[in-house]
């Protein structure tokens, strides 16, 4: 039996124990070494919900992790126990011609850890123990730590809203909300050469953090005036997931500028001003989970190119789940909070 941390509706979150998952020969059982509390894992605490996908069974959450290797399957070759591994949330069937076309992210058949997006759910890493295919898994030899390495989910969600951008270099960047993926896009900004990188959130925490992991400016976006917001980026990128956010981003954009809509909206839709994206020759694109980009995170961080360590402000054990979800909900005094496995 292994412990597991269910939500089965709002608020209504609950430890459980599960049978052990049988191990087939292409799959390896895997202690959980470190799990992020991702902002979609508290829309499913908070309300049940995330966007357009309803909880409608109770579901693992947990997508952004580590683990550690306990048992291989007959037929795996490329890790072995006692490895660390980081764990990649997306297993795209690669038949469907979007993963033929090398957009897998946007695969039909897409089965994406801790998501309600299908039913029946696919559960997530929130638990004692798990079986993940070996394709799903790459193996860090390095002196990282797990709470690092699991990091590479969102990390590789901001590589992959940077890369939805276009080129970067020497441009001026506005991304809109200071929290982990705000943060994460800052870094890959920074990775991809922008001049100039500033970050608008209406909380002082976030832009304290947007700081640390390298913005060049900061921006009460509540308090600033239109003026100090208007025509001031080459490329605007929302991952704060908020309709107010947007306008932030549809008013700086320069003329003939780009934004990347990074953060899930709300279900319900917004008024929306189309006119100013035709008379502005604005580009307007979204950005869906990551491709190739959690392999470039994983390598940019067993590497060190990057340090995502600012972000980490707490593990607590799965035990304490409840409490966890809770201060990672408190933008005040978090952002990033990890759930770990300590047997």
């Known amino acids: 039996m292994t412990l597991a941390c269910k939500i089965h509706g709002a608020r209504d979150l609950r430890l459980e124990t599960d049978d052990d998952a049988p191990l087939a020969p292409h799959e390896v059982e895997l202690r959980l070494g470190a799990a992020g509390i991702c902002g979609s894992d508290l829309h499913y605490y908070l309300h049940g919900r995330v966007g357009a996908f309803v ?34 949330p997306s297993h795209p069937c690669g038949q469907c011609d979007y993963c033929r076309a090398g957009r897998d992210n946007l695969c039909r058949n897409m089965r994406f850890l801790g998501s309600a997006s299908v039913y029946p759910h696919v559960q997530g890493m929130f638990r004692e123990r798990f079986v993940m295919g070996e394709r799903q898994l790459t193996a860090v030899h390095e002196d990282i730590s797990l709470g690092e390495l699991a990091c590479a989910e969102p990390l590789s969600i901001g590589l992959h809203g940077v890369n939805r951008a276009g080129p970067l270099l020497g441009k001026t960047v506005l991304v ?74 549809l008013a700086a954009a320069r003329r003939g500028g780009r934004i990347v809509q990074v953060g899930t909206l709300p279900a319900e839709g917004m008024v929306f001003p189309a006119n100013n994206i035709m ?60 759930l770990v496995c300590e047997s």
């Open 55 to 88: 909880i409608r069974e109770p579901l693992i959450p947990g997508h952004e992790a580590s683990g550690v290797v306990l048992r291989v399957g007959s037929a795996v070759t490329r890790v072995q126990p006692g490895m660390k591994v980081a764990i990649n």
């Open 176 to 249: 809109t909300g200071g929290g982990t993926i705000g943060c994460m896009t800052v870094i890959a900004a920074r990775l991809a050469g922008a001049a100039r990188v500033v970050v608008a959130d209406i909380a002082d925490r976030p832009l304290q953090m947007a700081r640390q992991v390298g913005a060049d400016d900061t921006l009460r976006s509540d308090q600033a005036a239109p003026a100090d917001i208007a025509d001031s980026a080459d490329v605007a990128i929302e991952a704060a997931g908020s309709p107010a956010a947007l306008g932030t981003c």
């Open 279 to 338: 008379a502005r020759e604005l580009d307007y694109v979204g950005a869906f989970r990551a491709g190739i980009e959690f392999d470039w995170a994983v390598s940019f961080l067993r590497t060190r190119r990057v340090d995502v360590r600012p972000l980490m402000s707490a593990q607590l054990p799965l035990e304490r789940a409840a409490e966890a979800f809770e201060l990672a909900a408190d933008r005040t005094r978090s952002t990033k909070v990890q």
